[in-house]
């Protein structure tokens, strides 16, 4: 019986490569994808002796060259039957007011239009084939707002409305979709936002963060239900959080 294959997106770290890692364990081919090749090339290099592997190396800001990684992918690897929208990052913590122009551009390309374009060169194979499931990675940012989170909280509250958007669209061709909402996981995530300050360290301290591998879990569960089940929406938090604000620490 033929594997079934996933891309996933942002696998070059954290949630995504430990996804990818996951899959491999239970005979999923991979189509991973990142802006950073050399490590790419070192997960393919672990993983491909339990699975095929195809690396795609492009950045999902930029359109043309998500859309023409996706569709450049040979024959063995065109039929996606999961799509794991990964890909996505916060940058800075600033009230609205002193927001970074920048740094808002980033996180509404990256989270939301990044997801989009992924996931428009995918869709179209599915829904020929009627077949398929699509997860998209939000956060517990897209339910709940806290302060100085503002343009972040927005991007994550897209990715929400934009799943049971195309829950409802792709319903008729049998399509699973559903969206992850981890709450503190501990990645590179922190190091990003801050921008490699050292506060990024003290985001994780006192208490047991969720880590990768705990979402990789949940990803897998969704995606092994049975063929009448679809998990359309999951908020994950580590015991020690209550909400983005109330953290029991040590």
């Not at 699509?134 to 339910?143: E, H, Y």
Request: glycine letters at 8%.
């Amino acid at each position: 019986m033929k594997n079934r294959i996933a891309l996933i997106t942002g696998a070059t770290s954290g949630i995504g490569r430990a996804t990818a890692h996951k899959f491999a364990k239970h005979n999923i081919d991979l189509v991973i994808c990142g802006r950073r090749l050399d490590r790419l090339q070192t997960i393919k290099k672990a993983l491909e002796k339990e699975v095929n592997v195809q690396i795609l190396n492009f950045d999902v800001r930029n359109k043309k060259e998500a859309i023409s990684a996706i569709n450049s992918l040979p024959e063995a690897f065109s039929d996606i039957d999961i799509l794991i929208n990964n890909a996505g990052n916060a940058h800075g913590l600033d009230p609205i007011h002193t927001g970074d122009l920048e740094d808002w551009d980033a996180m509404m390309d990256i989270n939301v239009k990044g997801l989009l374009y992924v996931s428009k060169a995918v869709i179209p194979g599915m829904t020929a084939r009627q077949a398929g499931h699509i997860i998209n990675i939000g956060s517990s940012a897209g339910k709940e707002v806290y302060p100085n989170g503002n343009v972040y909280c927005g991007s994550k509250h897209a990715v929400l409305a934009i799943t049971e958007g195309m829950r409802i669209d792709l319903n008729p061709f049998g399509i699973k979709v559903g969206a992850i909402n981890p709450g503190l996981v501990e990645t590179e995530f922190s190091q990003v936002r801050f921008k490699g300050d050292a506060k990024a360290e003290q985001v994780y301290k006192g208490f047991n963060a969720l880590q990768a591998d705990d979402i990789a879990d949940i990803i897998y569960f969704t995606i092994s239900r049975p063929a009448h089940v679809n998990i359309a929406d999951m908020l994950i938090f580590p015991t020690a959080q209550a909400s983005s604000t109330i953290i029991k620490k040590d």
